[in-house]
């Protein structure tokens, strides 16, 4: 068999490689289709024996190839991280400022150092640094704008991780490297903020900026790098089995609570639509005043979902210092003069309020199944599993202490969002908005450790028949 003349020293020119395998092309020829059809007599043929023998009188065919390029050199953690942190920072921030510019235009106190100034503070208590001005303190973050942050550092951290040639390495040391090192380039990048906006009829400190900007820039990095590193699955096989699975199932039904409180607090909004509409023309701004207001509300929307999920579990929360909304007992002051109170209730809910005590336990019931589905079926199989689908029923003792265990862990994360959702808009009537942490995370961690354990036990004792 002729062999193959290999690419010549190595070259990469065409015509080189075309040269090199004109040995192996072979003339093309006409196939006579007209010939009958003859019968093959397999009895006077040959057998061959192919062997080791055989094969080795064949000579070796080489193939040119391409060449590969050469690995390039991985990006420095600290370049690759502050790459990442600033752009992580630029990408918050412009909406903000775009807003506030867009607003301040409209209504004739434009310019572009103003625009810069105003969206620099509202960045600043997008990440919950009070902000100082002559009515008072104003320390109610928008916590849409901290979503947009944390999800863009993220982002962030799941860049760096690629960058510097960690993705999927499994490091749970380098994840927390990558977060150390964004965390802090985004304390410094808050710390300079803070300092260019205090002392224009703002006051802001900038050693409490700097910390808000590390713990939110270690939280949202975090996220990233050990999603990047694939870090979680190492961490959680750490973990002893229940605890996984009580953490798994006590973030699902904080989530699916709050995931009602919002639904139930949009509703409400929606049909006070008309006095929220009345409250915004009564500030008389204009359409780009009018415009202006409604985004901040919007701002403010995950903020009412965690009130409203605070008053379905019955501590209620606190609008002000005259006002009090819960399920039970409701006290109204002067009322603020803001769109969100279109879909307050006039008083207490009665009878319907003991159907939305309900939802929270439902919430939680739907999260108990998730667990024994998981437990049963396995991960990829827990949401489509059929009667075909093959079943391991788990042990009670893990189905309880799971159940059981999801409780603190829902109460602590509901208890965080209330503390985050809560603040003041100045010194006056509204020093103090938002639900108590304590009581929404007692009870919600009695809530859910009950009624995930009831569902999950429920799903449990009603076993798929074969």
């Known amino acids: ?36 059809t003859e019968a093959v007599d397999v009895g006077t043929r040959d057998t061959v024996i192919v062997d080791e023998t055989m094969l080795g009188r064949h000579d070796t065919v080489r193939v040119p190839t391409q060449r590969r390029p050469p690995a390039g050199r991985r990006a420095p953690l600290v370049v690759a991280a502050l790459f990442a942190t600033l752009w992580a920072a630029l990408l918050s921030y412009l909406p903000v400022a775009a807003v506030i510019g867009l607003a301040r235009t409209l209504e004739g106190s434009g310019g572009l150092a103003g625009a810069a100034h105003a969206g620099a503070a509202g960045w600043l208590l997008g990440h919950g640094v009070p902000i100082g001005t002559s009515i008072g303190p104003l320390a109610l973050a928008p916590l849409l704008l901290t979503m947009l942050m944390i999800w863009r550092l993220n982002r962030a951290g799941l860049h760096v991780t690629r960058a510097i040639g960690a993705r999927h390495s ?5 994840a927390l490297l990558v977060t150390v090192v964004v965390g802090t380039a985004y304390a410094m990048i808050g710390a300079l903020t803070a300092h260019l906006v205090d002392g224009r009829g703002t006051d802001v400190s900038t050693g409490r900026a700097a910390v808000h900007f590390l ?38 039904a904080a989530f699916l609570i709050l ?18 509409a009345k409250i915004i023309s009564g500030y ?26 605070a008053y379905l579990l019955g501590p209620g929360f606190a609008l002000g210092i005259d006002t009090a909304i819960g399920l039970t007992d409701v006290t109204y002051g002067p009322p603020p003069m803001i769109p ?25 019931a739907v999260a108990g199944w998730t667990l024994t589905q998981r437990l049963r079926y396995g991960r990829d199989s827990a949401w489509r599993a059929t009667r075909k689908t093959a079943a391991t029923e788990p042990a009670w003792t893990l189905v309880i202490l799971s159940g059981l265990l999801s409780g603190p ?33 007692v009870v919600a961690a009695i809530v859910v450790a009950v009624s995930v354990s009831v569902g999950a036990a429920a799903t449990r004792a009603f076993s798929r028949r074969s």
């Open 409 to 441: 862990v829902a109460g602590t994360t509901l208890a965080l969002l209330a503390w985050t959702s809560g603040g003041a808009l100045g010194s006056g009537r509204l020093s103090h908005i938002g639900p108590d942490p304590i009581q929404v995370g």
């Open 215 to 252: 713990i939110l820039g270690l939280l949202g990095t975090m996220l990233g790098a050990l999603r990047g590193t694939g870090a979680v699955t190492a961490l959680a096989r750490r973990i002893p089995p229940a605890l996984r699975h009580g953490i798994r199932t006590g973030l699902i």
């Open 170 to 174: 499994g490091s749970i040391g380098r």
């Open 259 to 276: 995931g009602t409180g919002a639904v139930i607090g949009g509703l409400a909004v929606a049909l006070g639509g008309a006095q929220a």
């Open 340 to 364: 969100l109170i279109a879909g307050l209730p006039e008083g207490p809910m009665g009878a319907t309020g003991a159907l939305l005590l309900a939802l929270p336990v439902i919430a939680g």
């Open 284 to 309: 008389q701004t204009g359409v780009a005043g009018q415009a202006g207001i409604t985004l901040v509300s919007i701002g403010y929307a995950v903020n009412a979902a965690i009130w409203v999920t």
């Open 1 to 36: 068999m002729p062999s193959t003349t290999d690419r010549p020293s190595g070259s990469e020119d065409p015509f080189a490689v075309a040269e090199a395998l004109q040995s192996v092309v072979r003339d093309t020829a006409a196939i006579e289709t007209g010939r009958p």
